[in-house]
Protein backbone atom coordinates (compact mmCIF):
# COMPACT_ATOMS: atom_id res chain seq x y z
CA UNK A 1 0.00 0.00 0.00
CA UNK A 2 1.62 3.54 -0.69
CA UNK A 3 0.43 6.99 -1.61
CA UNK A 4 1.98 9.90 -3.63
CA UNK A 5 4.08 11.95 -1.27
CA UNK A 6 5.20 15.32 -2.83
CA UNK A 7 7.52 15.80 0.90
CA UNK A 8 7.64 14.59 4.57
CA UNK A 9 8.98 18.18 6.19
CA UNK A 10 9.25 19.77 9.88
CA UNK A 11 7.99 23.84 9.99
CA UNK A 12 5.61 25.36 12.44
CA UNK A 13 1.93 25.86 11.20
CA UNK A 14 1.57 28.97 9.42
CA UNK A 15 -2.69 29.01 9.12
CA UNK A 16 -5.49 28.30 11.23
CA UNK A 17 -6.15 27.87 14.97
CA UNK A 18 -2.79 25.61 15.52
CA UNK A 19 -0.39 28.84 14.52
CA UNK A 20 2.76 28.48 15.60
CA UNK A 21 2.92 24.70 16.41
CA UNK A 22 5.38 22.65 15.61
CA UNK A 23 4.74 19.62 13.05
CA UNK A 24 5.75 17.20 10.99
CA UNK A 25 3.76 17.72 7.41
CA UNK A 26 3.00 14.71 5.07
CA UNK A 27 1.96 16.40 1.96
CA UNK A 28 0.51 14.22 0.01
CA UNK A 29 0.20 14.42 -4.17
CA UNK A 30 -3.00 14.92 -6.09
CA UNK A 31 -6.40 16.54 -5.57
CA UNK A 32 -10.31 16.66 -6.63
CA UNK A 33 -9.86 20.46 -6.98
CA UNK A 34 -7.93 22.95 -8.73
CA UNK A 35 -8.08 26.41 -6.73
CA UNK A 36 -6.64 29.36 -8.44
CA UNK A 37 -4.69 30.92 -5.60
CA UNK A 38 -3.32 27.71 -4.23
CA UNK A 39 0.43 28.11 -3.05
CA UNK A 40 1.35 24.18 -3.50
CA UNK A 41 0.58 23.79 -7.03
CA UNK A 42 2.76 21.00 -7.88
CA UNK A 43 0.97 18.92 -5.11
CA UNK A 44 -2.63 19.09 -7.28
CA UNK A 45 -0.79 16.33 -9.59
CA UNK A 46 -0.12 12.74 -8.54
CA UNK A 47 2.77 13.06 -11.28
CA UNK A 48 4.86 15.09 -8.55
CA UNK A 49 4.77 12.73 -5.91
CA UNK A 50 7.01 9.99 -5.10
CA UNK A 51 5.38 6.61 -3.72
CA UNK A 52 5.78 5.76 -0.54
CA UNK A 53 4.68 2.90 1.56
CA UNK A 54 3.40 3.28 5.24
CA UNK A 55 6.47 2.03 6.75
CA UNK A 56 8.51 4.80 4.68
CA UNK A 57 6.41 7.57 5.76
CA UNK A 58 6.31 6.50 9.25
CA UNK A 59 10.26 6.06 9.38
CA UNK A 60 11.07 10.19 7.64
CA UNK A 61 8.42 11.05 10.53
CA UNK A 62 10.33 9.29 13.48
CA UNK A 63 13.58 10.39 12.15
CA UNK A 64 12.02 14.56 12.07
CA UNK A 65 10.46 14.48 15.47
CA UNK A 66 11.70 17.08 18.05
CA UNK A 67 11.03 18.07 21.52
CA UNK A 68 8.17 20.22 20.51
CA UNK A 69 6.72 18.09 18.37
CA UNK A 70 2.86 18.86 18.81
CA UNK A 71 1.74 17.07 15.96
CA UNK A 72 0.92 15.50 12.42
CA UNK A 73 -0.51 17.25 9.72
CA UNK A 74 -1.50 15.65 7.03
CA UNK A 75 -2.19 18.10 3.65
CA UNK A 76 -2.03 18.10 0.21
CA UNK A 77 -3.38 17.96 -2.25
CA UNK A 78 -6.21 16.35 -1.07
CA UNK A 79 -5.37 13.85 2.24
CA UNK A 80 -8.82 12.34 1.77
CA UNK A 81 -7.78 10.48 -1.63
CA UNK A 82 -5.65 8.20 0.63
CA UNK A 83 -7.55 7.42 3.59
CA UNK A 84 -6.68 3.69 4.16
CA UNK A 85 -2.94 4.96 3.95
CA UNK A 86 -3.83 7.89 6.84
CA UNK A 87 -5.59 5.19 9.13
CA UNK A 88 -2.87 2.83 8.79
CA UNK A 89 0.16 5.82 10.09
CA UNK A 90 -2.59 6.81 12.59
CA UNK A 91 -2.93 3.23 13.79
CA UNK A 92 1.25 2.94 14.45
CA UNK A 93 2.38 6.29 15.84
CA UNK A 94 1.18 7.65 19.00
CA UNK A 95 0.88 11.04 18.19
CA UNK A 96 -1.91 13.52 17.49
CA UNK A 97 -3.32 14.50 14.31
CA UNK A 98 -4.50 17.41 12.11
CA UNK A 99 -6.32 16.87 8.92
CA UNK A 100 -5.78 19.74 6.22
CA UNK A 101 -9.28 19.20 3.47
CA UNK A 102 -11.53 20.95 1.47
CA UNK A 103 -14.06 18.89 2.71
CA UNK A 104 -15.55 17.85 -0.56
CA UNK A 105 -15.07 14.38 -0.31
CA UNK A 106 -17.88 13.33 2.87
CA UNK A 107 -17.78 10.19 1.70
CA UNK A 108 -13.92 9.21 2.17
CA UNK A 109 -14.14 11.00 5.13
CA UNK A 110 -16.73 8.71 6.75
CA UNK A 111 -13.86 6.27 6.33
CA UNK A 112 -11.49 7.93 7.93
CA UNK A 113 -10.52 6.97 11.88
CA UNK A 114 -11.08 9.72 14.49
CA UNK A 115 -9.06 12.89 14.00
CA UNK A 116 -7.96 14.77 16.80
CA UNK A 117 -7.53 18.43 14.26
CA UNK A 118 -9.49 18.96 11.56
CA UNK A 119 -9.30 22.13 9.29
CA UNK A 120 -11.84 22.30 6.61
CA UNK A 121 -11.77 25.17 3.84
CA UNK A 122 -14.58 26.63 2.43
CA UNK A 123 -14.50 27.14 -1.08
CA UNK A 124 -15.84 30.63 -2.74
CA UNK A 125 -17.06 30.50 -6.23
CA UNK A 126 -13.84 32.53 -7.24
CA UNK A 127 -11.04 30.31 -5.87
CA UNK A 128 -12.40 28.12 -9.15
CA UNK A 129 -11.93 29.54 -12.96
CA UNK A 130 -14.73 27.61 -14.39
CA UNK A 131 -17.67 27.65 -11.39
CA UNK A 132 -20.30 30.44 -12.63
CA UNK A 133 -22.36 30.49 -9.49
CA UNK A 134 -23.39 33.36 -8.22
CA UNK A 135 -23.60 33.14 -3.86
CA UNK A 136 -26.12 35.94 -3.94
CA UNK A 137 -28.74 34.34 -5.57
CA UNK A 138 -30.50 31.84 -3.55
CA UNK A 139 -30.78 29.41 -6.20
CA UNK A 140 -27.29 29.17 -7.87
CA UNK A 141 -26.45 28.89 -4.16
CA UNK A 142 -28.70 25.48 -3.89
CA UNK A 143 -26.62 24.07 -6.51
CA UNK A 144 -22.98 24.93 -5.36
CA UNK A 145 -22.01 21.09 -5.04
CA UNK A 146 -19.10 21.51 -3.28
CA UNK A 147 -20.33 23.71 -0.42
CA UNK A 148 -22.82 20.96 -0.44
CA UNK A 149 -20.70 18.31 0.39
CA UNK A 150 -18.38 20.76 2.71
CA UNK A 151 -21.69 20.55 4.75
CA UNK A 152 -21.78 16.96 4.65
CA UNK A 153 -18.11 16.58 5.71
CA UNK A 154 -19.02 19.41 8.65
CA UNK A 155 -22.05 17.41 9.98
CA UNK A 156 -19.83 13.91 10.07
CA UNK A 157 -16.81 15.82 11.78
CA UNK A 158 -19.68 17.08 14.66
CA UNK A 159 -20.79 13.45 15.16
CA UNK A 160 -17.58 12.76 15.78
CA UNK A 161 -16.87 15.15 18.30
CA UNK A 162 -13.57 16.57 17.18
CA UNK A 163 -11.73 20.23 17.27
CA UNK A 164 -12.95 21.61 14.07
CA UNK A 165 -12.22 24.92 12.04
CA UNK A 166 -13.66 26.24 9.09
CA UNK A 167 -10.99 28.51 7.19
CA UNK A 168 -12.21 30.58 4.03
CA UNK A 169 -9.48 32.19 1.96
CA UNK A 170 -10.70 35.60 0.72
CA UNK A 171 -9.50 37.66 -2.01
CA UNK A 172 -9.74 41.05 -2.59
CA UNK A 173 -12.42 40.53 -5.22
CA UNK A 174 -14.34 38.56 -2.29
CA UNK A 175 -18.00 39.69 -1.96
CA UNK A 176 -19.72 40.67 1.66
CA UNK A 177 -22.75 39.18 0.59
CA UNK A 178 -21.14 36.02 -0.41
CA UNK A 179 -19.44 35.74 2.85
CA UNK A 180 -23.23 36.14 4.26
CA UNK A 181 -24.57 33.67 2.58
CA UNK A 182 -22.05 31.27 3.80
CA UNK A 183 -21.95 31.89 7.01
CA UNK A 184 -26.23 32.11 7.44
CA UNK A 185 -26.72 28.71 5.52
CA UNK A 186 -24.25 27.31 8.13
CA UNK A 187 -25.69 28.80 11.01
CA UNK A 188 -28.68 27.20 9.49
CA UNK A 189 -27.13 23.27 8.87
CA UNK A 190 -25.19 23.32 12.02
CA UNK A 191 -26.67 23.22 15.71
CA UNK A 192 -27.01 25.86 17.69
CA UNK A 193 -24.99 24.28 20.50
CA UNK A 194 -21.84 23.30 18.50
CA UNK A 195 -19.23 26.22 18.07
CA UNK A 196 -17.11 26.05 15.03
CA UNK A 197 -14.62 28.70 14.65
CA UNK A 198 -13.86 30.45 11.34
CA UNK A 199 -10.58 31.44 10.07
CA UNK A 200 -10.52 34.58 7.31
CA UNK A 201 -7.30 34.19 5.78
CA UNK A 202 -6.09 36.78 3.28
CA UNK A 203 -4.87 35.74 0.01
CA UNK A 204 -1.18 36.05 -0.31
CA UNK A 205 0.68 38.27 -0.85
CA UNK A 206 -0.62 40.66 1.78
CA UNK A 207 0.52 43.94 -0.16
CA UNK A 208 -2.54 42.93 -2.48
CA UNK A 209 -4.55 44.38 0.80
CA UNK A 210 -3.24 47.26 0.75
CA UNK A 211 -6.19 49.14 -0.37
CA UNK A 212 -8.48 46.42 0.94
CA UNK A 213 -8.01 46.41 4.45
CA UNK A 214 -11.47 47.62 5.22
CA UNK A 215 -13.32 44.60 3.71
CA UNK A 216 -11.57 43.07 6.14
CA UNK A 217 -12.90 43.97 8.70
CA UNK A 218 -16.19 44.01 7.71
CA UNK A 219 -15.65 40.35 6.73
CA UNK A 220 -15.02 39.71 10.81
CA UNK A 221 -18.05 42.04 11.77
CA UNK A 222 -20.43 39.63 9.94
CA UNK A 223 -19.07 36.21 10.45
CA UNK A 224 -18.78 37.45 14.29
CA UNK A 225 -22.86 37.71 14.46
CA UNK A 226 -23.32 34.02 13.50
CA UNK A 227 -19.65 32.34 14.78
CA UNK A 228 -16.29 32.63 16.84
CA UNK A 229 -13.99 34.80 13.85
CA UNK A 230 -10.35 35.37 13.76
CA UNK A 231 -8.43 37.10 11.20
CA UNK A 232 -4.91 35.15 10.32
CA UNK A 233 -2.84 35.00 7.66
CA UNK A 234 -0.36 32.66 6.17
CA UNK A 235 2.56 33.73 8.90
CA UNK A 236 4.93 31.01 6.98
CA UNK A 237 5.10 33.31 4.33
CA UNK A 238 5.91 36.34 6.49
CA UNK A 239 8.44 34.35 8.32
CA UNK A 240 9.29 33.02 5.27
CA UNK A 241 9.93 29.31 6.31
CA UNK A 242 8.13 26.31 4.89
Not at 91 to 117: A, H, Q, V
Request: charged residues 25%; glycine residues 4%; negative net charge.
Amino acid sequence: MKAPIVEIFSSFQGEGLLIGRRQIFVRFAGCNLDCSYCDTAKSKSTEYGTQLSVEEIINKIEELKTPDLHSISFTGGEPLLYVDIINEIMKRLNFKFLLETNGTLPDSLSNLNNMDYVSLDIKLPEHFNNVKHDLTQDNDFKKYDIFENEIKSLKILIEWDTNIYCKIVVLPSTKLDTIKNIVKRLSNEIPEDIEIPIVIQPSSPLNQWQNHKNKLFEFSELIGKYNSVFLIPQVHKILDIE
